[in-house]
Nanobody, 117 residues
Framework: VQLMESGGGLVQPGGSLRLSCAASGSIVRVNDMEWHRQGPGNQRELVASISSGGSTNYADSVKGRFTISRDNAKNTMYLQMNSLKPEDTAVYYC????????????WGQGTQVTVSS
């Protein structure tokens, strides 16, 4: 099983980015999925989570600006990030609880998001 993030990059303050996280491999079911981030000198923090049924939760720092979603048919999760701020600069990681040939919690390799003018 592998998770692959994409969509990171450099954006100006106030701009938008959409991150994707695709799960591949021997998968029976993908349960909860999460986005985490780790900024320079900071600990990794939970940004948003989504259950297989679509229930969502957000960190206070991103509420109203970020939207998490998923496409269960594609085993893919998204993070739409709007009104980006310099403090959103971080490496963004996805994880997922996957039931399959090998079951457990898997992490992606991370994608860099830089918010700067």
């Amino acid at each position: 099983v592998q998770l692959m993030e994409s969509g990171g990059g450099l954006v100006q303050p106030g701009g938008s980015l959409r991150l994707s996280c695709a799960a591949s491999g021997s998968i029976v079911r993908v349960n909860d999925m999460e986005w985490h981030r780790q900024g320079p000198g900071n600990q990794r923090e939970l940004v948003a989570s989504i259950s297989s049924g679509g229930s969502t939760n957000y960190a206070d720092s991103v509420k109203g600006r970020f939207t998490i979603s998923r496409d269960n048919a594609k085993n893919t999760m998204y993070l739409q990030m709007n009104s980006l701020k310099p403090e959103d600069t971080a490496v963004y990681y996805c994880n997922a609880h996957i039931v399959g040939g090998v079951s457990g919690v898997f992490w992606g390799q991370g994608t860099q998001v830089t918010v700067s003018s």
